[in-house]
């Protein structure tokens, strides 16, 4: 049910008139959804940790705790994957899993004193891939931010005419508290000032009310 999605169209649609401001097409209203969901998300992103209200908005796109499962201790990062969240940890017992950079890797491999075990289990991210020591541990847990997903506002012909197809639309993750931000956001991608607007129906209504 993609009910979110057509709430925002319906939004524009109401907020804009086809003289005032142009026609804008579903495409063009889901392109600038999408850009307005990524400004708003890459926004909270910064602050999640800080700020309890930005964390809950942000739990639709919280992925996990997931099981993997590794091939020679490497596992392929997600294309959705934006940032690990808390402690990846691995086996049975949940050993955790210490992250480190790439320059300390050779070091800590060869260490004599502390070499990666499974009872000690280090990782390294790359571009694409997570790979984890020792290549012998078969599987992990993680959670981790994902991107937000590209809405669909979708629709089929009936009797001639074009009307909303919810069942094959795609909606937003968002929560129902951010609706008016995404909303605020969409039209000011798509050219739009809500201010300005405000003060062409203010100048209307002058209009009517003083002819």
Same mark, same amino acid.
């Given at each position: 049910m993609a009910k979110k999605?057509?709430?925002?169209?319906d939004l524009v649609g109401l907020l804009t008139t086809k003289g005032r401001t142009g026609y804008h097409s579903a495409n063009d209203i889901d392109i600038a959804v999408y850009a307005a969901s990524k400004?708003?998300?890459?926004?909270?992103?910064?602050?999640?940790? /800080?700020?309890?209200?930005?964390?809950?908005?942000?739990?639709?796109?919280?992925?996990?705790? /997931?099981s993997i499962s590794l091939t020679n201790g490497a596992y392929t990062i997600p294309d959705e994957f934006i940032h690990e969240i808390g402690q990846i940890t691995a086996g049975t017992s949940?050993?955790?899993?210490?992250?480190?950079?790439h320059q300390a890797l050779a070091g800590r491999r060869n260490?004599?004193?502390?070499?990666p075990t499974v009872d000690y289990p280090i990782c390294v991210f790359y571009a694409t891939t997570i790979q984890?020591?020792?290549?012998?541990?078969?599987?992990?847990?993680?959670?981790?931010?994902k991107k937000p997903i590209q809405p669909v506002y979708a629709t089929t012909?009936?009797?001639?005419?074009?009307v909303y197809d919810d069942a094959s639309s795609v909606d937003i993750e968002w929560n129902e508290i951010d609706i008016t931000k995404i909303t605020e956001r969409t039209l000011s991608f798509l050219?739009?000032?809500?201010?300005?607007?405000?003060l062409v129906e203010f100048s209307e209504l002058k209009q009517k009310t003083n002819p």
């Amino acid at each position: 049910m993609a009910k979110k999605i057509k709430q925002i169209h319906d939004l524009v649609g109401l907020l804009t008139t086809k003289g005032r401001t142009g026609y804008h097409s579903a495409n063009d209203i889901d392109i600038a959804v999408y850009a307005a969901s990524k400004e708003l998300f890459n926004l909270y992103y910064k602050s999640f940790q /800080a700020n309890n209200d930005i964390a809950d908005s942000l739990r639709p796109f919280i992925v996990g705790p /997931a099981s993997i499962s590794l091939t020679n201790g490497a596992y392929t990062i997600p294309d959705e994957f934006i940032h690990e969240i808390g402690q990846i940890t691995a086996g049975t017992s949940d050993v955790k899993v210490d992250r480190i950079d790439h320059q300390a890797l050779a070091g800590r491999r060869n260490n004599a004193l502390v070499p990666p075990t499974v009872d000690y289990p280090i990782c390294v991210f790359y571009a694409t891939t997570i790979q984890f020591y020792p290549t012998t541990i078969t599987g992990v847990k993680w959670t981790y931010l994902k991107k937000p997903i590209q809405p669909v506002y979708a629709t089929t012909i009936s009797n001639g005419r074009e009307v909303y197809d919810d069942a094959s639309s795609v909606d937003i993750e968002w929560n129902e508290i951010d609706i008016t931000k995404i909303t605020e956001r969409t039209l000011s991608f798509l050219g739009i000032n809500l201010e300005d607007m405000k003060l062409v129906e203010f100048s209307e209504l002058k209009q009517k009310t003083n002819p």
